[in-house]
């Protein structure tokens, strides 16, 4: 499958009134073949570039932080990890 149809397949399913954890659960195993076929980069990889996106734009960690949780489903611990792994990339801003 190509990665575009993919991709248009996760933004159909978020116009559709879904339960948040089913969509995170479909968004997962979605994102788990992209990797499988080369076609993503692993969910890690993108929530270090999510985040190092928003600090290089010097947004506060707390905002990053809940956004990491919502659009990646995960938890306050790994949103901090994930934002403690950035900022050894991205220079301190804050």
């Known amino acids: 499958m190509r990665t575009d149809l993919l991709a248009e397949l996760l933004a159909e399913l978020g116009k559709r009134k879904v ?7 479909v968004q997962q195993v979605i994102q788990e073949v992209r ?13 270090m570039a999510f985040a190092r996106e928003y600090l290089t734009a010097g947004r506060p960690r707390t905002e990053i932080r809940d956004r990491l949780m919502h659009r990646f489903s995960i938890g306050e611990s790994q949103a901090y ?14």
């Open 19 to 25: 339960a948040p954890a089913a969509m995170a659960e």
């Open 81 to 94: 990890r994930d934002i403690q792994a950035a900022l050894q990339i991205v220079p301190r801003n804050r």
């Open 35 to 47: 990797v499988r076929h080369g076609l993503a980069a692993s969910l890690q990889e993108q929530r």
